[in-house]
């Protein structure tokens, strides 16, 4: 996208405003965004502040909830090691593995946000990963597995409204499952 | 042996390290935001006494034992965050091995951060030896771990595997063709967090950028690194075709090359900034065959020594920014001379 203000140069600076509720959005270059006077209070190298991020995160979540709702998750508090909803909205970290339980139903969407997915796929506790041979080149993909990953495949064909796409690996999710019927048979 | 950063691994001339890093906590102790210090030192205690951190040759650091310098050194390698470093240094070590290419780190975002490092593109064997390690140490302290999440770590942004894989790409000539926006764009599109590891202000200096998985849970950890690895395989590919396209108009490239060597050796005083600029054209350089006074290995060890805290390390002395500019045009002619 080129710049908004000068229009020659690639922008590579988004800046967000919101004016009265009305959000609005500037695409700048570098050298305009300096020369509006974008940059003199900040920071191009601020990192990320991740407990920002959850707090903006879950607030605007908590704002399309029913009241009743966030009143019962402010009041959430972890019986282990005491972190309070708040104080994980601060500083983006629990206290202990008991507040993954505790806070589970407020960190699913955040959860999704975050990584798309919220099912644990990785190594189970104990097993031995480097066993099971990470060796990329020869991978296979059990059938079982494939079914699942085209599901997904296809949720998201949808979602972005590729229908060719999702069209084929509807085919494709048929042709598997009658093939397994008939092992069934 | 040598340390592993000295050293040049597969597809150097473009992916300059692999790092992988695993964040495990304790089972049965709060995570480090809610730790007792008697807690924090029994976990010291109890990875200073155990087998496997003997049997990988680790020694324990504490940070509270190293000079200032050492702890910023440490993190100019990648191994320490420089947010940890300047707070509570109280019950915080490092277990690190002779060639340095396998740091844990001890409480400090979690109870252990498990790193391993190599030169050049190397994801499955840096994985495979993370995962080794962290199944012997899971066997002594058990490991946090819920069937729903996976391994629990302190900050969600890590949850499941805990598992961030890395590369650190040398990307010049992609940004000297202006190609870099569109594949930064792509590598941002397939799930991937990059960022520039040098800037100043605004500008990016040196063309040097990290690549990382921002998934850590809802993907099997081959799959990150499978990802991550089709992914660098794919930017590899790029540059050097971007490299091809430069290297038609020969007489221009060398004498870019060129001319940024001969301001990098024969200075009297470098700073920092025209260091990493002018290191970004040499490598390329030696990378493409076009300057031979130097090795590749010698460019790796100055662009680690080369860096503020380390080149105070290795003159052994505290240095302030005007001698470090003379000290470092020092280096460089030391090291081009071994």
């Avoid at chain 2, 210090?37 to 020694?59: G, H």
């Avoid at chain 2, 660098?232 to 038609?248: G, M, P, T, W, Y």
Wanted: proline content about 1%; overall charge neutral.
């Amino acid at each position: 996208m080129m710049c908004s203000n000068c229009g020659k140069k690639e922008a590579n600076f988004m800046y967000t405003e919101i004016i009265n509720g009305v959000k609005k959005e500037v695409r700048l270059c570098s050298d305009c965004a300096r020369k509006l006077g974008y940059l003199d209070n900040m920071s191009f190298n601020m990192p990320l502040d991740f407990s920002n991020f959850f707090g903006d995160f879950l607030n605007e979540y908590d704002s399309l909830m029913p009241s009743l709702f966030t009143e019962r998750t402010k009041a959430l508090k972890c019986s282990s090691c005491g972190t309070d909803y708040d104080e994980f909205l601060t500083t983006g970290q629990f206290g202990c593995s008991n507040c993954y339980d505790v806070f589970q139903d407020r960190i699913e969407p955040l959860l999704r946000q975050l990584h798309g997915d919220t099912k644990y796929l990785g190594k189970k506790s104990g097993n031995r990963l480097s066993k099971m041979n990470v060796n990329l080149e020869k991978e296979e993909v059990k059938e079982d597995n494939k079914l699942n990953i085209l599901k997904r495949n296809l949720k998201e064909a949808i979602k972005v409204e590729n229908y060719e796409e999702a069209a084929k690996i509807r085919d494709e999710i048929k042709a598997i499952e009658e093939k397994e019927k008939g092992d069934k048979k | 042996m040598m340390n592993w950063y000295f050293q040049s691994g597969k597809e150097s001339d473009v992916v300059l390290d692999t790092k992988i890093t695993i964040s495990r906590n304790i089972d049965g102790f709060p995570f480090v935001l809610k730790l007792k210090d008697r807690q924090a030192k029994e976990i010291l205690d109890t990875l200073e006494q155990s087998d496997v951190i003997a049997n990988y040759n680790l020694k324990m650091l504490r940070l509270s034992d190293m000079d200032e310098l050492t702890r910023q050194s440490l993190v100019e390698k990648y191994m320490l965050n420089s947010k940890y470093i300047n707070t509570d240094l109280q019950n915080k070590a490092i277990l690190m091995n002779e060639d340095e290419n396998i740091c844990i780190v001890l409480n400090e975002k979690d109870h252990l951060k498990i790193q391993v490092f190599a030169s050049g593109l190397e994801l499955e064997s840096s994985l495979n030896l993370a995962m080794e390690i962290e199944e012997k140490l899971d066997k002594e302290l058990k490991f946090a771990y819920n069937n729903k999440y996976g391994y629990l770590t302190s900050s969600p942004t890590n949850l499941g595997t805990g598992l961030r894989a890395s590369v650190i790409v040398h990307l010049p000539a992609l940004s000297k063709t202006q190609n870099l926006s569109k594949i930064l764009e792509a590598v941002n599109d397939l799930g991937m967090n990059i960022k520039n590891i040098y800037r100043e202000g605004n500008r990016v200096k040196g063309n040097i950028y990290q690549i990382s998985n921002k998934q850590t849970l809802g993907i099997r950890e081959k799959d990150i690194v499978k990802n991550l690895k089709a992914i660098a395989d794919k930017i590899v590919e790029q540059e050097r075709v971007a490299r091809k396209i430069l290297s038609k108009n020969q007489v221009e490239l060398e004498d870019e090359l060129y001319r940024s060597y001969g301001v990098l050796t024969n200075s009297r005083k470098v700073t920092n900034e025209e260091m990493i600029q002018l290191m970004s054209d040499v490598r390329l350089g030696v990378d493409m065959g076009i300057i031979k006074e130097i090795t590749d290995l010698k460019v790796n060890k100055l662009d680690i020594l080369s860096r503020s805290a380390n080149l105070q390390k290795y003159f052994g002395e505290n240095l302030d920014v005007f001698d470090r500019n003379i000290k470092r045009a020092e280096l460089i002619k030391k090291i081009i001379k071994e």
